[in-house]
């Protein structure tokens, strides 16, 4: 079964999601929805990050890496995976969102064509985890505890908090939250990299009071030597790694160096569904969770669960609030149970579908790239 086509649709959106304090300015959240063609008539499919321009995604796509996909066969996920790695090396470097998106596409493809839910061709561990909800920034204190107490009573089991900084105003929030939530109510903290060692520290050691589960990226993920002071310091699990790059060789310098508890990874941002298996297994090799972090969107936020289906050191799986603004291009919600599980979809593939309508109604660039005839 050959790749014939790379079909794209650039989908812009009126949406910006994060202050501008920590997105550098307004950033418009536009996705790029992709499709691989075959001689067999099966497609797969994948969505792409393109926030700030997702011409450049679509033409990283068509330009770099059709040339390296078209007329190879379905089943060389691998070799195509390292094709790609060796022409981020040599020719360009990829935005960290690709190709991440190329290899999940080839995985969904390669399950519908074996007529196997993905996490089953995968090799299946289990079909469900508990998820934790996990809030954008908020400006006051009341809207983490009102947000945090509506998924507890939906009956999610867990909450993450994304601190809205400084660190003395996140421990505030921290304190309320567990005032709020109970005594046992799963707690997650993760204030996206703006603190010293001294002051990481210091909120690590209140977590540890408080009963959060993990602390997350208090640092940027290339700062290793203050990643392995504070695992030292700590009782609580370090999660680091969200944005390492180089995909499982990255990872690999932060555990070598003994600087994290928890490593991170996701099929966007981590070379897809083949480069977070390697970093689900290498953490495995030294005893440590790889425990799987939203793409933002929820069609690859479901081939995340796949993943965390098919690997048993994850615990949780990340569903990033308020639901609908990263619903797209996805058509209906994500798969969460009445206990708050989210659920392997039963389908071929994926499992789910494509919003076409919003897709079409959105797109304005809609690009094919062919493979030559021989």
């Known amino acids: 079964m050959k790749i014939t086509e790379i079909e794209t649709w650039h989908c812009q959106r009126d949406l910006s999601l994060f202050p501008e304090s920590r997105a550098g300015g307004n950033m418009p959240w536009d996705v790029v929805v992709l499709r691989l063609n075959t001689d067999a008539g099966v497609a797969g499919y994948a969505s792409a990050l393109a926030a700030r321009s997702g011409r450049i995604t679509e033409a990283y796509l068509h330009e770099n890496i059709a040339p390296v996909i078209l007329g190879r066969d379905v089943t060389d996920r691998e070799k195509i995976?390292?094709?790609?790695?060796?022409?981020?090396?040599?020719?360009?470097?990829?935005?960290?969102?690709?190709?991440?998106?190329?290899?999940?596409?080839?995985?969904?493809?390669?399950?519908?064509?074996?007529?196997?839910?993905?996490?089953?061709?995968?090799?299946?561990?289990?079909?469900?985890?508990?998820?934790?909800?996990?809030?954008?920034?908020?400006?006051?204190?009341?809207e983490y505890v009102d947000e945090a107490k509506a998924y507890q009573q939906r009956g999610i089991p867990g909450y993450k908090v994304h601190g809205p900084g400084p660190w003395r105003r996140d421990m505030e929030v921290h304190r309320a939250l567990r005032d709020a939530v109970g005594p046992d109510y799963l707690l997650?903290?993760?204030?996206?990299?703006?603190?010293?060692?001294d002051q990481a520290i210091k909120v690590g050691r209140d977590l540890e009071k408080l009963n959060y589960v993990w602390f997350e990226e208090p640092f940027r993920d290339f700062e290793l030597y203050k990643y392995q002071a504070l695992c030292e310091a700590l009782d609580?699990?370090?999660?680091?790694?969200?944005?390492?790059?180089?995909?499982?060789?990255?990872?690999?310098?932060?555990?070598?160096?003994?600087?994290?508890?928890?490593v991170r990874a996701d099929v966007s941002w981590k070379a897809g569904v083949t480069g977070t298996m390697k970093i689900a297994h290498l953490a495995e090799s030294f005893g440590l969770n790889c425990e799987i972090h939203t793409t933002?969107?929820?069609?690859?936020?479901?081939?995340?669960?796949?993943?965390?289906?098919?690997?048993?050191?994850?615990?949780?799986?990340?569903?990033?609030?308020?639901?609908?603004?990263?619903q797209f291009p996805m058509l209906g919600?994500?798969?969460?149970?009445?206990?708050?599980?989210?659920?392997?979809?039963?389908?071929?593939?994926?499992?789910v579908e494509l919003d076409w309508d919003s897709i079409d109604k959105l797109c304005i660039s809609h690009r094919v790239s062919t493979a030559a005839k021989s």
């Open 188 to 197: 997650f903290s993760d204030p996206v990299g703006e603190y010293t060692l």
């Open 81 to 142: 995976w390292h094709d790609l790695w060796t022409l981020d090396r040599h020719l360009t470097f990829f935005p960290v969102y690709l190709p991440g998106p190329v290899d999940v596409a080839l995985w969904d493809l390669a399950a519908r064509a074996a007529d196997l839910p993905l996490y089953k061709y995968l090799g299946a561990y289990r079909d469900r985890l508990p998820a934790y909800a996990s809030g954008l920034f908020h400006d006051t204190v009341d």
């Open 236 to 262: 609580i699990a370090v999660a680091a790694t969200e944005t390492t790059r180089g995909g499982h060789w990255g990872v690999a310098q932060a555990i070598s160096q003994r600087a994290a508890d928890i």
């Open 296 to 326: 933002t969107m929820a069609y690859m936020d479901v081939a995340n669960l796949h993943v965390s289906c098919a690997i048993r050191n994850c615990e949780f799986f990340e569903l990033f609030v308020p639901e609908e603004a990263f």
């Open 333 to 351: 919600k994500l798969p969460i149970d009445k206990l708050g599980n989210a659920c392997a979809p039963q389908g071929p593939g994926l499992g």
